[in-house]
């Protein structure tokens, strides 16, 4: 009787085990990328819906170079550049870019712009206020773009730091599309 009763409690305990290893690694990604992102870590920056924080001055005594850099992931059949390679910006002024986008598919396709910061110590100063980024991207067969990108660098950045890269890395989401409104908003088509 007492081994039915360990081998009962036995079953139970690895039962739980099993439950807690799954929901755990169920909960890594999501926990993984909110900490980067409340923490500006791993390229990562948080979204801000203001131009700039109240009575943020602009510090005209320093220029950062911000390089744009994009990738296209495997083998998608789209052209996506920067308008702009490099610009200079003061920390606290707001800047609006460009990026070209066109789809080279010959099918309709949705996309997705998934951005990375460095040096990792500057990508919690980079703000974005309005991107394309943040929404997935909808394009008719041969359908071309201008998507605009908002920011600003955050004055408390490091007198170290001198330049910065945002790059976008485009991705494939047909299969993914979410159920939400595709960012338009600044999109100039052309």
Known sequence: MNIQKANKRLTFMLVCGVIFMFGFCYML??????????????????????????GMKIDYSRTIK?????????????KFI???????????ET??????????????MTVQAIPSITPTDAARFLK???????????????????????FFIDPAISKDIKEVTLS???FDARGFEKKQAHFTKGRINL
């Open 128 to 150: 974005k206020t309005e991107c394309f980024c943040f929404t997935q991207q909808f394009f008719a067969r041969g359908q071309k773009a201008d998507m605009p990108v908002y």
């Open 168 to 170: 976008y890395t485009l």
């Open 95 to 108: 800047k609006l870019v460009y990026f070209f986008a066109e789809n080279q598919t010959g099918n309709e």
């Open 29 to 54: 990604v999501p926990l993984y990328e909110l900490i980067c992102k409340k923490e500006g870590i791993n390229g990562k920056s948080a979204r801000s819906v203001t131009t700039a924080a109240p």
């Open 66 to 78: 911000v390089d744009f850099i994009t990738v296209l992931h495997h083998d998608i059949r789209f």
């Open 82 to 92: 920067p308008l702009h390679r490099r610009i200079d910006i003061h920390p606290g």
